[in-house]
């Protein structure tokens, strides 16, 4: 079934429909109605405005391109899978949760809590604005994505970033499995907890980063205006650029050719810090 130019407001307007297609339809109007896609399978929404809430929910083989989801379209993508979401802005708050097999292409996202355990996400050429941003969400794949807001990828397990930008603070905590490479991260307090994660030709900048990390790796990393890092720390690390201070690496090896501070104030800091010219 096919639906052009229209304009939804009833309560689960479409509820429960099949193969699908939208184009130039709205969901918005005086009934103010909720839940006008939920239960749905096989929907391609095209050149579409949602300015309702909750408007897809438990749906499987969901497709938006050039969509718009306005402020006020509150948690519009819940428990789906199969989700493609393309050229669209999506600015309602908490936009994407407990999702499953999502690829968002060329977005504009404005939205605080987007992605909560959100699983298998491919994200590439996105503008990213929020907080608590992608909180256990697991199996992410980014590319060329530029992030502001603060508490991003806390909690998150196997997932790879690649040519991003991350303005962010608390980023990564508790994460396990990541990678991230040819990126840059400006931010305080990057990556406490973190378990297994490695930064390939990176540039981090920002007060006390790396602390109380496990099995952590840097390799031919810059680490700008960065303090008091490593504490309690596993860390194997090649830095390509002075740092201001190190302390208390309790394992390991970090490798700088200048460091402003060495701080070793308990026993347990055993890690070795080679200043290499």
């Not at 519009?76 to 292409?105: D, F, M, P």
């Amino acid at each position: 079934m096919e639906i052009q130019n229209q304009c939804f407001d009833a309560e689960r307007a479409l509820y429960g429909s099949r193969s699908l297609r939208l184009d130039h339809v709205c969901f918005d109007g005086p009934a103010d109605g909720e839940s006008a896609l939920k239960e749905c399978a096989a929907v391609t929404a095209e050149n579409c405005t949602f300015n309702l809430r909750y408007p897809c929910w438990h749906d499987t083989g969901l497709t938006l391109r050039n969509c718009e989801m306005t402020p006020s379209c509150r948690a519009a993508i819940w428990y789906c899978e199969g989700v493609t979401i393309e050229n669209s802005r999506l600015h309602g708050i908490k936009a994407l949760r407990e999702c499953g097999v999502v690829t968002v292409q060329g977005c504009d996202i404005v939205s605080s809590e987007f992605g909560w355990s959100t699983r298998g996400i491919v994200m590439r050429d996105t503008t990213a604005q929020s907080e608590y941003f992608m909180l256990r969400a697991s199996h992410l794949r980014f590319e060329n994505v530029r992030f502001t807001g603060k508490y991003s990828f806390q909690y998150i397990e196997d997932a790879e970033f690649v040519n991003c930008h991350f303005d962010t603070k608390d980023a990564f905590w508790h994460g396990k499995r990541i990678t991230v490479r040819d990126s840059e991260i400006d931010g305080e307090y990057l990556a406490w907890y973190a378990e297994d994660l490695t930064l390939i030709n990176c540039r981090i900048r920002g007060t006390q980063p790396f602390c109380y990390c496990k099995n952590l790796k840097l390799i031919d990393c810059e680490m700008v205006d960065a303090d008091l890092a490593f504490e309690r720390s596993t860390v194997e690390a090649t830095l390509i650029a002075p740092i201001l201070s190190i302390k208390n690496p309790l394992s390991g090896r970090i490798s700088v050719p200048q460091v402003g501070e060495i701080i070793r104030d308990i026993p347990e800091a055993q890690g070795e810090i080679v200043i290499a010219s």
